[in-house]
């Protein structure tokens, strides 16, 4: 009874599930067309999630009129069936299927091995058994193993037309019903009926859902280990059907055995740089124990946030460190960039001896530019043992830092003739398919297109799906005929509509669209409650075309531009279109959380030129706050926007006029269902803000504008403002207000009023060394405020501002402070002699020249931190006497200076 020994690879032990799916064809088309496109995107995605990869092996064509010819048609099907071993799919209806002939029997005899592998089958053909019941015999009834296997059958209640049904009482009519019968009886795989196209695909879907859960069951994971899937995942998603290039692969090698410590893939989009670094991930595996770190941030939750990559990496070496999943959320360090930046260095060098380490960084292009995140300055040194692969496009800004920096690139480049033949070949025959060699020059050779991988493999995912055999050589055509990479995934759009519409509607229109207008993507809760399409049609559309889009924070965009552009050519043009799909988001954003709002309504706002609603809802000083911190350069963009269209309407000074934020729900006036304009006197004032946040807004707006339109006298407006506010709180010691004195120290500097700045400068020093760590950037930079302003009071005695009577002061006693007190200073210092050095500098703090004072005291402790501890103490000090030498003379040097 048994069949001959399976000799495929173990699919469950490889995470694979390779499904064959059988039945009769041309009544069974909409099944089949319906499974294909509805059915098995949903279950790829399901499997995907557990890092497991799904192929359907779905023989409606794929034979080729040559091999036809051959009688090679039976060898292919029943090879297909042990490649899919243990999966199997049949479907019947009223339908026995094709026999053979025998002549067609003859060519199968002449030019295949099918009755030596399979000596079973001389009887079956003899008693004129279809194709369909040697398949379903073959895969699972003559089998002894255990088997994935489901039986659908076509309830008689569904409408069949006369042609696909056997005549009542004919032979074939009889088999058809011995064959049910038989696998009625048999007890181990299951038989269900539908009474529907929709129906049959539900029960396919629950079955194989639970299929996969019983084979690869997922448990609860942490955050942490969901991403770690969600990257895993993606990177073997890539290593499919892939054509290497050996000149590639072995630069990658190169670089790993060279002393460099950074490469820089690079190509334009789509060109297959993913693919590449993941099949040679996949073969280095095999042959080398280094470690590796691999994280992709266009397939990631980060949306690009640095501060969540750096956490991911710190999560990922602690797990090196430790050899154990150490976290089990991915903390945010928004904020603490410098804590989480040393934190990655140390834990970098803490692994140092623990062999080789290669991190992999792939679509850098898609980080977020917040704080220049774009010049990777977010990164730390790496140790030696430590390299480090960026992969990126060739226009974005990551690749000009990268050639700043001299760094070694790899250029992906179009694939040639030879590699497209071959891929067409490898990648068709993976799903039971082949075309004619005239075919696949053609997909080839004519025109450019399928140079870029992306588009080839799209062009083949086209073809592949599509059911009609004698139909194929014309959807070839169609998509060779594109005349460039737009074009051509217009015509995907074209055939997307006609699968996926939803009754009556612009299903798949608004669904593009309105992805397309948005800012960085939206919610799939978003999508669903705009075009009102039920979670079905959505789900079917997203999971067949999943490899176009991709998801970041939740929120679905396009992963590539080629499908943008054709979306906005296809539906967005002109204008008007276009600024429909964003009046709905517009609307729809009256009712949505203020996150959403302060994300997406300013971008809406900005690109349909409604200034008015724009500037009033930018007024809102939460709004400003969210976006300050999130983008300054998504702010500046709509600032510098309503500048540009009216400059006096709308005056940045509005904020000072301002004292509480807008009221969020007064942003819209909604009249019959249209979206209306909306002037400032809508806007409502509600009493909400402390004075100490509002000193925190104005500080921050300050900066802001004086940043974007270099406008100091606006700034210092809202500085002294601030300043009136301070007047009446008591929190004057705030770190916060360290900033505004170090702003309007700025001011007063680049005036040329240096002992005005020196006031504030000093001012903002005092703060933060009381309230802030030795090592906070703040207390850094305000100190060297400080210090440079003393540098130039001193050495420029012809300054432009008015000679004061310090000023003159200073003219007379410059010379003994330089030329008598500074050396014999630093002449005690050579000797050896510190503490007398020291001492000097503190009793000439009882004088009443004490910036001279504090330049030479400046220079001392700064030549002291060069001498290593061993030499400092032979010489009755220390480095850390040194470190409280320095803050005690600040600490009485202010004193002084306040008195």
């Not at 000193?695 to 974007?708: D, N, W």
Request: charged share 30%.
């Amino acid at each position: 009874m048994g069949t001959r020994k399976r000799l495929q690879p173990d699919l469950i032990e490889n995470r694979q599930i390779r499904i064959f799916i059988s039945s009769t064809f041309k009544d069974m088309m909409p099944e089949r067309d319906y499974l294909i496109n509805k059915i098995f995107p949903e279950l790829k995605r399901y499997c995907q999630e557990r890092d497991v990869t799904l192929f359907e092996l779905d023989l409606r064509w794929g034979v080729s009129e040559e091999e036809s010819k051959q009688g090679r048609t039976v060898e292919i099907c029943l090879e297909e069936i042990e490649n899919t071993h243990p999966f199997f799919i049949g479907i019947l209806g009223e339908r026995y299927g094709w026999t053979l002939t025998e002549e067609e029997q003859a060519l199968m005899k002449a030019n295949t091995r099918v009755f030596e592998t399979y000596p079973w089958i001389t009887d079956m053909l003899s008693k004129g058994t279809s194709i369909t019941e040697i398949e379903i015999q073959h895969g699972v009834l003559r089998s002894d193993e255990n088997l994935n296997a489901h039986f659908y059958f076509r309830s008689p209640e569904m409408e069949t037309p006369a042609e696909f049904r056997e005549k009542e009482g004919s032979i074939e009519a009889q088999k058809l019903k011995n064959l049910k019968k038989e696998i009625c009886e048999q007890k181990k795989y299951p038989i269900q009926n539908y009474t529907s196209i929709e129906d049959l695909g539900k029960q396919v879907e629950h079955d194989f859902k639970a299929l996969v859960d019983k084979l690869f069951p997922q448990g609860v994971l942490s955050e942490l280990e969901k991403e770690r899937l969600q990257q895993k995942a993606f990177l073997k998603s890539r290593t499919g059907v892939y054509i290497a290039n050996p000149a590639y692969m072995a630069k990658l090698d190169a670089f790993v055995k060279s002393n460099s410590s950074t490469l820089v893939i690079t190509g334009k989009s789509g060109i297959g740089k993913s693919a590449l670094i993941a099949n040679w991930i996949q073969r280095r595996k095999k042959q080398s124990d280094e470690h590796l770190i691999y994280y992709s941030v266009s397939n990631s939750e980060s949306g690009g946030d640095y501060r969540k990559i750096t956490q991911w990496l710190i999560n990922e070496i602690e797990s090196l460190a430790k050899n154990a999943y150490m976290r089990s959320a991915i903390h945010d360090f928004s904020g603490e960039k410098d804590k989480s930046k040393k934190k990655l260095e140390e834990l970098l060098f803490s692994i140092e001896n623990k062999g080789k380490l290669l991190i992999v960084l792939d679509d850098v292009n898609q980080l977020m530019d917040v704080e220049n995140a774009k010049r990777l300055n977010w990164l730390p040194t790496f140790p030696k043992n430590v390299k480090i692969i960026y992969i990126t496009r060739q226009n974005d800004k990551t690749m000009e830092v990268f050639q700043y920096r001299g760094y070694e690139t790899l250029v992906v480049q179009p694939l040639n003739r030879k590699e497209r033949k071959q891929l067409t070949t490898e990648y068709l025959k993976v799903f039971g398919k082949s075309l004619l060699p005239e075919q696949v020059n053609r997909i080839a050779t004519e025109g450019s297109i399928t140079e870029n991988t992306l588009v080839l493999r799209t062009f083949l995912e086209e073809i592949r799906v599509f059911g009609k055999h004698e139909e194929v050589d014309k959807r070839i055509n169609n998509y060779l005929s594109a005349k460039d990479i737009e074009s051509f995934f217009d015509r995907m759009l074209e055939r997307i509509e006609v699968v996926y519409s939803y009754r009556e509607t612009n299903f798949v229109k608004d669904v593009f669209s309105l992805i397309a207008v948005s800012r960085v993507g939206l919610s799939e809760t978003t999508l669903l409650e705009l075009t009102g399409a039920p979670l079905l049609y959505w789900s079917q559309l997203f999971n067949a075309i999943s490899i176009h889009l991709e998801t970041r924070n939740r929120l679905i965009t396009f992963s590539h531009q080629f499908l943008r552009d054709a979306v906005q050519k296809r539906y967005l043009f002109p204008k008007e279109k276009e600024n429909k799909y964003r009046e709905q988001i517009v609307i729809y954003l009256k009712s949505s959380s203020a996150d959403l709002q302060y994300n997406e309504l300013p971008h809406q706002l900005y690109e349909m030129h409604a200034w008015d609603e724009l500037y009033t809802f930018l007024l809102d000083f939460d709004v400003f706050e969210y976006i300050y911190d999130k983008d300054k350069s998504e702010l500046g963009k709509y600032w510098k926007g309503l500048v540009d269209a009216d400059k006096e309407k709308y005056s940045t000074r509005k904020y000072l006029d301002i004292e509480t934020p807008v009221k969020r729900n007064a942003m819209f006036d909604i009249h019959g269902g249209e979206f209306t304009g909306l002037s400032l006197s809508h806007i409502t004032i509600v009493s909400d803000i402390s004075p100490p946040v509002l000193v925190k807004l104005y500080c921050k707006i300050g900066q802001f504008f004086s940043t974007l339109f270099a406008n100091d006298e606006l700034s210092f407006e809202y500085y002294i403002k601030t300043l009136n506010i301070l007047e009446n709180i008591s929190d004057s010691n705030h770190p916060n207000t360290a900033v505004l004195n170090n702003n309007i120290g700025i001011f007063y500097a680049k005036r040329g009023d240096y002992l005005k700045a020196f006031e504030y400068f000093q001012k903002a020093t005092i703060i933060v060394e009381k309230e802030l760590d030795a090592n906070h950037p703040n207390r850094i930079s305000f100190r060297e405020n400080l210090n440079r302003v003393l540098t130039i009071m001193n050495e420029s005695k012809t300054s432009s501002f008015e000679a004061t009577p310090t000023q003159n002061a200073l003219d007379k006693t410059g010379t003994y402070y330089n030329d008598i007190l500074k050396p014999r200073v630093m002449n005690l210092l050579n000797n050896g002699e510190i503490s007398k050095a020291e001492d000097l500098l503190f009793e000439n703090l009882e004088t009443n020249f004490l910036d001279d004072i504090f330049e030479i005291a400046y220079e001392f402790y700064k030549k002291l931190r060069t001498y290593n501890n061993a030499w400092l103490v032979e010489h009755n000090f220390s480095t850390q006497e040194v470190e409280d030498g320095w803050k005690d003379f600040q600490r009485e040097f202010f004193k002084r200076r306040q008195t």
